[in-house]
């Protein structure tokens, strides 16, 4: 799990998209959904429901949440 991928997952969970995370983070969306979907490959677990144009944390994503928060505020501190 890398410190980028975490940041990227925030940013949609913030942005409640990946076009928002994208925007956010002046990347492509594309570069948004494969680290994502690498993230989710590397847990074995989804991290957003993916329901029309937005998308919403699972259960696993909430679990996430804190975590992922922690490492990326530990990392800038670094």
Do not use: D, K
Request: zero cysteines; aromatic letters at 6%.
């Amino acid at each position: 799990m890398e410190v980028q991928q975490l940041r990227y997952f925030l940013a949609v969970s913030e942005n409640r998209s990946v076009s928002g995370a994208a925007s956010a983070l002046n990347v492509t969306q594309s570069t948004i959904s494969q680290a994502v979907q690498a993230l989710e490959r590397e847990l074995g677990a989804a991290l957003f429901y993916r329901a029309g144009p937005g998308m919403a944390l699972t259960s696993a994503g909430h679990a996430l949440l804190g975590p992922a928060r922690r490492i990326v505020r530990e990392a800038a501190e670094a």
